[in-house]
DNA sequence: TCAATTTGTGTAATGAGTACAAAGATATAC
DNA sequence: GTATATCTTTGTACTCATTACACAAATTGA
C-alpha cells in the first residue's frame, strides 16, 4: 500500500525528482503540520529508514524550499523550520513550549506587501509569540 | 566629553545599572541603528575596550532585552540581531547582503494582535525578505 | 552495457550561543 | 576605612545546528 501518492505528485508538480527520501520527507510533512525541524523530521524516519542521513534531510529541505515546495521559517531562533503549506498565513511560537501554530483568518491586508519602498520585496512573514493555550495553566 | 549620556539615562529608565560595558554597548545600539549581531557589537567595541569578553556582550543582550530596552529580532537564521527602536515597525531583510532595513509607516492594524486565537499573544513580528536596492544591480 | 550525472551517505569542520567558575567591581554593614 | 555580600565581567570549555566535502549508490540515456 502507498501512502505516499500525494507527496509523490506533489513532487513532480514542482518538478522536483521523487526519489525514496525525498518522497518520505514530503510524506512526513504533508501528514505532520506541525513545522517540524530537520532533527525532528530525521528522527520521525530515521526508525523505518535506518540508512537515512541528516545530511539527505537537509539537503532535501533545500531543494523543497528552492522549488517553492515548502516555506522556510525564521520564527525559532534555534532551529530552522518547514511549513508545506506555502499559502499565505501567520504563525505563533509559544515562548513556553516552543511549539510553532498557525494562524489563519487573518485580514488578507496583513499579506499585502508594501510598495513605497527602495526594495525589491519577495515575501512576508508574520509571526506573533506569547503562550499557547496548553501552557497558560503552567 | 561623554558621547554616552543618552544610553546611560536610557539605561536607568529600563532599572538595568549603567556599567562601563553595558553603557557602551547601548552607546553603539543607539549610533548605530543597523539591527546588529553580537559579533558586530563585539567587533566594533573591542579595539577601544581591549578586555570585553563576547559573553559580556551576550549577556548584555539578554538583559536590555529582559528588560524592555531592546528589542531581539529573529529574521535572520544565522544571527540574533538587535533593535533599539521598539517602537512598532517591520523590518525587511536583504536575501543577497543580509542587512536588515526598517520599515516604518506601516499600516497601524498590521501591528494589532489577533484575539480570536487560543493563545496569549505578547507580541508580533513583521519580516519582509528580498533584494535591497544596492543589491539590484548586481 | 557503460559512462555521465544525480542523489545519498558518513565524517569532519564551522560557528553561534551557553555553562560555568574564577576574578573584578560595587554596594552594604560595621 | 575595612570586611562582607552581591553583582558584573571575563576566559575557557562545551553544546549543537548547520555546512563542507569526499566517496558511494542510484539513475539516466546513448
Ligand atoms: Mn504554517
Ligand atoms: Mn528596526
Ligand atoms: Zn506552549
Ligand atoms: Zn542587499
Not at 525514496?20 to 529508514?49: F, G
Amino acid at each position: 500500500m502507498h501512502t505516499s501518492l500525494e507527496s509523490h505528485q506533489y513532487l513532480r508538480q514542482h518538478s522536483i525528482k521523487p526519489s525514496v527520501q525525498r518522497t518520505a520527507v514530503m510524506d512526513y510533512l504533508m501528514k505532520n503540520r506541525t513545522h517540524p525541524t530537520v532533527d525532528e523530521i530525521y528522527s520521525a524516519l530515521s526508525p523505518s529508514m535506518p540508512t537515512l542521513s541528516k545530511t539527505t534531510v537537509y539537503n532535501t529541505m533545500d531543494i523543497f524550499v528552492e522549488k517553492g515546495a515548502v516555506r522556510a521559517l525564521v520564527i525559532d531562533e534555534k532551529n530552522s523550520r518547514y511549513d508545506v503549506d506555502v499559502s499565505a498565513h501567520a504563525h505563533f511560537i509559544c515562548k513556553s513550549c516552543g511549539k510553532v501554530f498557525d494562524i489563519f483568518n487573518l485580514k488578507p491586508v496583513l499579506f499585502q506587501l508594501p510598495k513605497d519602498t527602495p526594495f525589491k520585496i519577495d515575501s512576508v512573514e508574520i509571526s506573533y509569540s506569547g503562550i499557547c493555550d496548553s501552557c497558560k495553566g503552567n
